[in-house]
């Protein structure tokens, strides 16, 4: 682009804001709802505030917890599920405008921040088993039946005329994922991080609008027909190709991210309310057998082999590399790619 006017970057940043305004007001609104039908301090209820593609999985996990305590106690617990991209819902808990009970986010630095605004206890990811994370995921391809563009790799992304669907890395664990795999897929290979740099610089330039989270970049995809390849969690490429009738399929590349997601109670949230042990207990089932089965049946990658072997799941051979493989830690990531003047904000700004 080379200092030209850039209006597709421009839409594109434009587009960006003003997705995470409207995620911002649905925020406040279903928090409106659950204010009115859940008050605060009620024991019977816990608010789950979770990362977009996870629906599925949280409506059926909590029944079966919900189930389970019936049993167990002789009393009914209502669970509340908000999805939206990891990063936005991590700061809808800080705003106060959705008062989680539990978090189930995608990245170990989104649990993170609302361990340094004080909501999380210090050493909250050594109070669960397998350090807090039920399972673990990665980043694949969605492509139309046939892959008529040929995309195996991600050098094929850059393909001309190619149009890559991928959520706001500023809003989405996704996204976030999406860009780091892209980089490791470069520096893990040889390259430089200048050649990282002009990838991602490239990579950005074939996508034409940035949804805030996973499921809506899902819908641009699969329902609006908009792109030709969609980088979305492993999870969600499998519902999303299930409900396609056969117009998707899934590429694995042959190297992508270990995508880490992570869980905890909100200490300052459930203090309050005293919902401490209803909580603890709630995510403590995510760990268990019948749990750790659920999520292996939709995709996911659970921590316990014997739930993998149980339901029968063989995962494709896929080469998994850790952030800690491009970056000190999660901080470190954070800071270097996604805070304000990172690199991607360097990458996605708009060009005048």
């Known amino acids: 682009m080379n200092g030209q006017h850039d209006p597709k970057g421009l839409m594109s940043f434009l587009h960006r804001r003003l997705e995470v305004a409207a995620v911002i007001a649905v925020v406040v609104a279903f928090a409106a709802i659950v204010a009115r039908n859940y008050p605060a301090g009620g024991p019977e209820s816990l608010l789950n505030v979770s990362y977009d593609p996870t629906r599925e999985l949280y409506q059926a996990l909590n029944q079966q917890f919900v189930a389970e305590y019936a049993r167990r106690t002789g009393r009914h617990l209502t669970i509340i599920q908000s999805h939206g991209g990891s990063t936005g819902q991590a700061r809808a808990v800080i705003s106060g405008a959705a008062p989680a009970d539990v978090v189930t986010l995608g990245l170990y630095s989104d649990i993170d921040a609302l361990r340094k605004r004080h909501l999380i206890a210090d050493g909250w990811a050594d109070r669960l088993p397998h350090h807090s994370q039920p399972y673990t995921s990665t980043v694949v391809f969605v492509v139309r039946a046939g892959n008529p563009r040929h995309i195996h790799d991600w050098p094929d992304l850059l393909q001309t005329g190619v149009e890559i669907i991928t959520p706001d890395p500023k809003t989405s664990g996704n996204g976030k994922l999406s860009a780091l795999a892209a980089w490791g897929a470069i520096v893990l290979r040889g390259g430089t991080e200048q050649q990282a740099r002009q990838y991602l610089q490239q ?21 609006q027909e908009v792109g030709d390849v969609h980088l979305t969690w492993e999870n969600e490429a499998v519902r999303e190709v299930a409900d396609s009738q056969g117009k998707l399929q899934i590429v694995y590349p042959p190297l992508s991210i270990l995508a880490e997601p992570y869980v905890a109670w909100v200490d300052a949230n459930v203090v309050r309310d005293g919902k401490q042990e209803i909580a603890r207990e709630y995510l403590a089932f995510l760990f268990g057998d019948q749990a750790q089965q659920t999520m292996a049946r939709l995709g996911y990658r659970p921590y316990s082999q014997g739930a993998l072997q149980q339901v029968g799941l063989r995962l494709p051979a896929i080469s998994l590399f850790p952030v800690t493989a491009i970056a000190h830690d999660w901080d470190d990531a954070q800071t270097k790619f996604f805070a304000e003047n990172g690199i991607i904000d360097a990458l996605l700004r708009p060009r005048t």
Do not use: K
């Open 203 to 223: 990579f950005y330039e074939h996508v034409p609008v940035l949804d805030a989270g996973a499921r809506s970049a899902a819908t641009t995809f699969a329902v």
